[in-house]
C-alpha cells in the first residue's frame, strides 16, 4: 500500500506522560513532511507526463530506442572493486 499525504497528516501516536516527544514538535514535522511528499508526488506526476509526451514527439516509445529501454539489471555495466 502506497502511503499518501493523507495519511501523514492524519498519523496519530500515543502520547506518554513521561520521556515522550513533544506532542506540537511532532505535529508541524508530520505536516512540512506531507507537504513535501505531496509536492514530490506532483513533480513526479508532471516529470512523467513529459516524458510520455517527448517520447511520443520523437516516437521513442513505439519504436523501442535505446533511451526507453531499461537494462536488465540495475548493475548491468557496474564492476565490484
Not at 498519523?11 to 506531507?34: I, K, S
Not at 508526488?41 to 514527439?57: G, I, M, P, W, Y
Not at 520523437?58 to 533511451?67: D, K, L
Request: hydrophobic share 30%; charged share 30%; net charge neutral.
Amino acid at each position: 500500500m502506497r502511503i499518501t499525504p493523507m495519511d501523514i497528516r492524519q498519523q496519530q501516536f500515543t502520547v506518554r506522560m513521561f520521556r515522550g516527544f513533544d506532542v506540537q514538535e511532532v505535529d508541524t514535522f508530520l505536516e512540512d513532511l506531507a507537504g513535501d511528499y505531496e509536492a514530490m508526488l506532483k513533480e513526479n506526476t508532471l516529470l512523467k507526463e513529459h516524458l510520455q509526451a517527448s517520447e511520443e514527439r520523437t516516437g521513442a516509445s513505439s519504436s523501442g530506442s535505446a533511451c526507453s529501454r531499461r537494462p536488465s539489471s540495475p548493475r548491468s555495466g557496474w564492476s565490484r572493486r
